[in-house]
């Protein structure tokens, strides 16, 4: 099998990417060789390529930035995704597109499933479920996959920057009202293969995401928690609490709740992704015990 990640020099893309050298014939673009704002160029370069499986891991993902260039965000995110389906329908491919929890406005307080209405309240939530639309439009065999608040070694995150603070200043503090659940890409490398092989029994939107539910607050004092555990120089005591209406410089809304259901996922395979936690802390041993 011929494996094309796009967005390969993202977060999840670098992640996924590196993970599939090890076992697939896979090749990259990053945002250089293939620039989804440029339809003809992603055309050109698609077409010259032979893949029999295509991941697309590339998004505008500035929630804010989106806001004010609204055009550029449907373009990338919901234009492009359409015409990879497209490519990919040509050539008898399967697509795996991933999507977000922003696509929620955030009003429910138990977990969303895939039959729950998206009803998005931010310009990069409505371009996305955008994408989801073009994507399922052109071949509802495609996968697109919802992950939320995604974090790995290959792009720093939230969760790298809560550490990088307490490791420099003696108080921090995060968001305490707002909740999802952390999705590790490690994690999402190792479960988007089950869907690699079998193809057609798997389709339409399927959420995954580290199973459990925590506010960027209780998240941010997980992860010192585990950077005090293996010995990683903290400067900070505890992390502290903020309220989403303390953010003054945000432009776009965003949902209070979007914590993902994995009960699909997990019925459809049948094993759950493990916990947030767990996930946090293989994180912090493996990458940030020694430095
Ligand atoms: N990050 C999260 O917390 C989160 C949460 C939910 C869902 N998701 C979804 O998960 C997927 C992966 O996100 P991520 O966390 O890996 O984000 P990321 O690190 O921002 O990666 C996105 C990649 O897309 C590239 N890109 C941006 N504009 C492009 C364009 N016009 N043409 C080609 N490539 C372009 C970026 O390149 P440059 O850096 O050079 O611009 C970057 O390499 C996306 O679909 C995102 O919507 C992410």
């Not at 040509?90 to 998206?118: C, M, N, W």
């Not at 409505?126 to 608040?149: D, P, T």
């Not at 070694?153 to 968001?175: C, L, M, N, V, Y």
Request: hydrophobic share 40%.
């Amino acid at each position: 099998m011929k494996i094309v990640v796009v967005g390969s020099g993202g977060r999840l893309g670098a992640a996924l990417l590196r993970e599939y050298r090890k076992k697939y014939d896979v090749a990259g673009f990053n945002h250089a060789q293939v620039d989804l704002s440029n339809l003809d160029d992603v055309r050109e370069r698609l077409c010259a390529t032979n893949f029999d499986l295509l991941i697309n891991a590339a998004a505008f993902t500035n929630v804010d930035l989106c806001e004010t260039e609204r055009d550029r965000a449907f373009l990338i995110n919901a234009e492009a995704p359409g015409v990879l389906a497209r490519i990919c329908r040509e050539k008898r491919a399967k697509l795996i597109h991933f999507s977000t929890d922003y696509v929620f406005d955030g009003q429910k307080r138990a977990p969303y499933t895939e039959e729950d209405e998206a009803n998005p309240i931010s310009v990069y939530g409505e371009s996305k479920l955008a994408g989801e639309k073009n994507v399922l439009a052109a071949e509802n065999r495609y996968l697109v996959i919802r992950v939320s608040w995604v974090f790995g070694p290959d792009r720093p995150s939230f969760i790298d920057g809560i550490i990088k603070r307490a490791q420099e200043d003696e108080t921090i503090d995060a968001i305490a009202d707002k909740f999802s659940a952390p999705t590790y890409t490690l994690d999402i490398a190792a479960a988007l293969p089950r869907f690699f092989t079998r193809a057609g029994d798997y389709d339409g939107i399927v959420h995954f995401a580290n199973t459990g539910r925590c506010s960027w607050q209780e998240y941010a004092q997980w992860a010192w928690d585990c950077c005090h555990e293996v010995g990683v120089p903290l400067k900070a005591k505890t992390v502290g609490t903020l309220k989403m209406k303390d953010m003054a410089n945000w432009v776009a809304r965003r949902p209070v709740y979007s914590v993902l259901s994995a009960a699909k996922y997990t019925e459809l395979t049948g094993t759950p992704p493990r916990t947030w936690r767990d996930a946090v802390a293989d994180y912090i041993t493996r990458f940030y015990s020694k430095k």
